[in-house]
């Protein structure tokens, strides 16, 4: 059989891009041909993903179609028309209230996006989720047979040491703070600054904050932050936007300590990164970051930002705690990547 994917938007450093990517290279190692399309990809992958519209010359009723659903799009519409065996991988989507006060069409289209889950229902063979917390709500949209994939990620992409620039730029005593993902609102950056202000403040006054991640499109949630910043006095706090791969690397590489406050989460990618590459983690319980954690790092039930900036001081003052921290998420990692991803998706299809 022939396995091809089909995605809304191929975004370059996007998690679900990445994933489509680990698991294309997979199944090809495995002798399956397999292709990747989308409505929108970014310039730099015109040599590997396709306009999903050119999609029909590949289409048969021997194939399956693996679509990576996360938002409303045109793409739904088109992957259901077709004869092809059908499977969605779910990544969530974000409530749409999260973004009424910042971007109205991405609340829509998040709105949309619910309800196009729900549609497709009764006409895929098979629905995954990246994680059991987003398999669950499969099933409440009325998915009957579901299962877990768990995101595919391929760790040799952190095997060096990162853009040399930012590792001699930073290259001092200071202790750094680490979040890695978009500026948008359900990610709760205004609470990492929080925390981080009181934790600046009060234990460590040589310490600054990374936030690496894409703010475009959400200019004004940007400029919200930007304020609070400024209005609370806090200093080294670092927004580096949209940056390419080897620079996040090096930002990882730097981090002393990963902090992760979001409200909504569907997996979380950069858990397991920082897991890998031995950063110790803090993280507010919600969605399905407990699950993605399984039991590695330090897991917040509340936000209390001067307890959050207490326990952030005692796991970077604490040689013995960040050691047991550092075990217990390689004991946690055991088994992901995308090899172990692929041969999990693979005895799917052999099902189908």
Same mark, same amino acid.
């Given at each position: 059989?022939?396995?091809?994917?089909?995605?809304?938007?191929?975004?370059?450093?996007?998690?679900?891009?990445?994933?489509?990517?680990?698991?294309?290279?997979?199944?090809?190692?495995?002798?399956?041909?397999?292709?990747?399309?989308?409505?929108?990809?970014?310039?730099?992958?015109?040599?590997?993903?396709r306009n999903y519209l050119d999609y029909?010359?590949? @289409?048969?009723?021997?194939?399956?179609?693996?679509?990576?659903?996360?938002?409303?799009?045109?793409?739904?519409?088109?992957?259901?028309?077709? @004869?092809?065996?059908?499977?969605?991988?779910?990544?969530?989507?974000?409530p749409y209230y999260f973004f009424l006060?910042?971007?109205?069409?991405?609340?829509?289209?998040?709105?949309?996006?619910?309800?196009?889950?729900?549609?497709?229902?009764?006409?895929?063979?098979?629905?995954?989720?990246?994680?059991?917390?987003?398999?669950?709500?499969?099933?409440?949209?009325?998915?009957?047979?579901?299962?877990?994939?768990?995101?595919?990620?391929?760790?040799?992409?952190?095997?060096?040491?990162?853009?040399?620039?930012?590792?001699?730029?930073?290259?001092?005593?200071?202790?750094?703070?680490?979040?890695?993902?978009?500026?948008?609102?359900?990610?709760?950056?205004?609470?990492?600054?929080?925390?981080?202000?009181?934790?600046?403040?009060?234990?460590?006054?040589?310490?600054?904050?990374?936030?690496?991640?894409?703010?475009?499109?959400?200019?004004?949630?940007?400029?919200?932050?930007?304020?609070?910043?400024?209005?609370?006095?806090?200093?080294?706090?670092?927004?580096?936007?949209?940056?390419?791969?080897?620079?996040?690397?090096?930002?990882?590489?730097?981090?002393?300590?990963?902090?992760?406050?979001?409200?909504?989460?569907?997996?979380?990618?950069?858990?397991?990164?920082?897991?890998?590459?031995?950063?110790?983690?803090?993280?507010?319980?919600?969605?399905?970051?407990?699950?993605?954690?399984?039991?590695?790092?330090?897991?917040?039930?509340?936000?209390?930002?001067? @307890?959050?900036?207490?326990?952030?001081?005692?796991?970077?003052?604490?040689?013995?705690?960040?050691?047991?921290?550092?075990?217990?998420?390689?004991?946690?990692?055991?088994?992901?990547?995308?090899?172990? @991803?692929?041969?999990?998706?693979?005895?799917?299809?052999?099902?189908?």
């Open positions: 059989m022939n396995v091809h994917q089909f995605l809304t938007s191929y975004s370059y450093g996007d998690a679900i891009g990445n994933e489509a990517l680990a698991l294309r290279d997979y199944l090809r190692e495995q002798g399956l041909q397999s292709e990747i399309f989308s409505l929108f990809y970014h310039p730099r992958y015109a040599g590997q993903v029909d010359r590949f @289409s048969s009723a021997a194939n399956v179609v693996v679509f990576h659903f996360s938002i409303a799009s045109p793409v739904t519409k088109k992957f259901l028309r077709l @004869s092809d065996k059908k499977v969605i991988i779910y990544h969530n989507i974000t006060d910042y971007h109205r069409i991405l609340a829509k289209d998040c709105f949309k996006g619910r309800i196009e889950l729900r549609q497709m229902a009764d006409k895929v063979d098979l629905a995954l989720g990246d994680s059991e917390y987003n398999r669950r709500e499969l099933e409440e949209a009325g998915f009957s047979h579901t299962g877990v994939l768990p995101l595919a990620i391929d760790f040799s992409t952190f095997s060096g040491e990162g853009a040399p620039l930012i590792r001699e730029l930073y290259a001092d005593e200071k202790t750094n703070i680490l979040y890695v993902g978009r500026i948008i609102p359900n990610k709760k950056i205004e609470d990492l600054i929080k925390a981080f202000h009181i934790y600046q403040r009060h234990f460590n006054a040589k310490s600054r904050l990374f936030l690496v991640g894409e703010t475009r499109g959400f200019e004004r949630y940007f400029s919200a932050l930007n304020d609070l910043v400024s209005e609370l006095g806090t200093h080294d706090v670092h927004f580096t936007g949209h940056i390419p791969q080897a620079e996040v690397i090096a930002y990882f590489k730097l981090a002393h300590l990963y902090l992760h406050l979001s409200e909504h989460e569907g997996f979380c990618a950069p858990i397991p990164e920082s897991f890998h590459l031995g950063i110790p983690v803090l993280a507010f319980a919600a969605g399905a970051v407990a699950e993605t954690m399984n039991g590695g790092g330090l897991l917040i039930q509340r936000k209390d930002f001067l @307890s959050i900036a207490a326990l952030m001081d005692r796991i970077l003052r604490d040689a013995l705690l960040r050691e047991s921290l550092r075990q217990n998420q390689r004991r946690a990692l055991s088994g992901a990547g995308k090899e172990e @991803s692929g041969r999990i998706l693979l005895s799917y299809l052999q099902r189908l």
